[in-house]
């Protein structure tokens, strides 16, 4: 796939830790059903990643990875349509890390967003680890061993892509320099066929002596629907086109995504570890017992106290799931006191049930035949490796320790 537009590839992962909760759902999981049907998509299991904060706690690590799958396919992840896979079954993410941890600054690292607050946050872990330091190096590994276009993330990560592309560029500069580039350059555009081989030359003329900007985008459209063309060629002719030299590992773009604050049973943001979570696939009468006790507007004391819907937690999760004539019902009849927090959360359960109810329905084959689950980790994982080592392959030719 090509790095530009729709059908790039895009890449995302998670931290195993078991069943999934609606923070998740809606704040991850929802964007990959979705995104999986305009991309190439892989989604992973970052095991590896897990250790970096969790090394000595790894009793239930496969049991949690096996959870989260089973959720990810019951929320509509399709392993037709995506590659699944576990991080630790691809060790070329462990061997581009490698190579990538031997020309990234320290001191990049050290000033990683992440760095200083997670080491507050997490104050009761060991993190004077490499492990934990260098964890943004095996991050932008598992990303450029895919040649990602697009990673999807909240705003307060960012950061994390912006020292991916830092790390990408840097090798880019030191070994993108092959002596041959532009003999390979010209045996790439035999692949493609006369006819596209002109139009490529025309527009890459049209860019170079005109800086025609439209001229650029047509080049990279027409190299994205080559067919025939390995990445490393379709990379090479895309710093051809542009007048650079090749682009071995292509700078992936942030995805922004909105992701929505669901709040949890006492209010704050859904969290396993503040223990107010509603899982995926809860049983519905679990779903009605949480939601009944969830925290109202702290005003409404009385059934005949009015209240602000701005100050309750149950009309933030209106806001997810209801349909804009429930949210005004809610609004007014919180206002108003015509309706009691009973009332409210009556519609808001059904709701949640009905979402749940699908991923039920759909998680029973992969509960009552755990084979399914394995059988799709095994395959993407043999998707993935296929792709990484192509990438790697590359990687290794131009960093000349091939060794062939």
């Known amino acids: 796939m090509g790095s530009e537009g729709t059908g ?5 992962g998670m931290r195993p830790t078991g069943r999934l909760h609606l923070g998740h759902y809606h704040g991850v999981v929802k964007n990959w059903v979705a995104l999986q049907q305009e991309h190439q998509c892989c989604f992973f299991v970052a095991d590896w990643h897990a250790l970096t904060t969790g090394y000595d706690d790894t009793g239930e690590l496969e049991r949690h990875s096996f959870d989260m799958v089973v959720d990810w396919l019951a929320a509509g992840v399709n392993p037709s349509a995506a590659v699944i896979f576990i991080q630790s079954k691809v060790p070329e993410h462990a061997e581009l890390h490698l190579l990538l941890s031997m020309i990234t600054p320290v001191s990049w690292l050290e000033r990683a967003p992440s760095y200083k607050d997670m080491q507050a946050r997490l104050n009761d872990r060991d993190l004077a680890t490499y492990g934990f330091l260098g964890y943004p190096v095996l991050q932008a590994a598992d990303i450029l061993i895919y040649r990602a276009g697009g990673v999807p993330v909240g705003a307060d990560q960012v950061a994390h892509v912006e020292l991916c592309r830092e790390i990408a560029r840097r090798f880019n500069h030191l070994f993108g320099r092959e002596s041959d580039f532009e003999a390979r350059c010209e045996a790439a555009l035999r692949k493609i066929g006369r006819k596209a081989s002109r139009l490529y030359g025309g527009l890459r003329k049209a860019f170079l002596e005109q800086g025609d900007g439209e001229a650029l985008a047509r080049g990279r459209a027409l190299l ?10 379709r990379e090479r002719l895309l710093g051809y086109l542009e007048g650079s030299g090749r682009t071995i590992l292509p700078e992936p773009e942030a995805l922004l995504t909105e992701q929505p604050k669901v709040p949890g049973l006492d209010g704050e943001k859904m969290s396993k570890s503040y223990g107010n979570t509603i899982s995926l696939r809860e049983a519905p009468d679990a779903v009605a017992r949480k939601v009944r006790g969830m925290k109202t507007d702290p005003a409404r004391v009385r059934r005949s106290d009015p209240g602000e819907p ?18 005004d019902w809610a609004a007014a009849g919180c206002r108003s006191a015509g309706i009691g927090c009973v009332d409210c959360k009556a519609p808001l359960i059904d709701a949640i049930n009905a979402e749940q109810a699908v991923m039920i329905e759909r998680a029973r084959p992969f509960e ?11 395959e993407g994982s043999e998707k993935a490796r296929s792709l990484a080592r192509e990438t790697l392959d590359d990687v290794r030719a131009n960093m000349r320790i091939a060794h062939q």
């Open 8 to 12: 790039r590839r895009v890449l995302s």
């Open 310 to 327: 701005g100050n309750c937690p149950v009309y933030s999760l209106h806001r997810i799931y209801s349909d804009p004539a429930t949210l």
């Open 368 to 378: 009552e035949q755990p084979d399914l689950v394995r059988g799709v980790l095994q």
């Open 224 to 233: 994205a629907e080559q067919r025939n063309l390995s990445a490393g060629d």
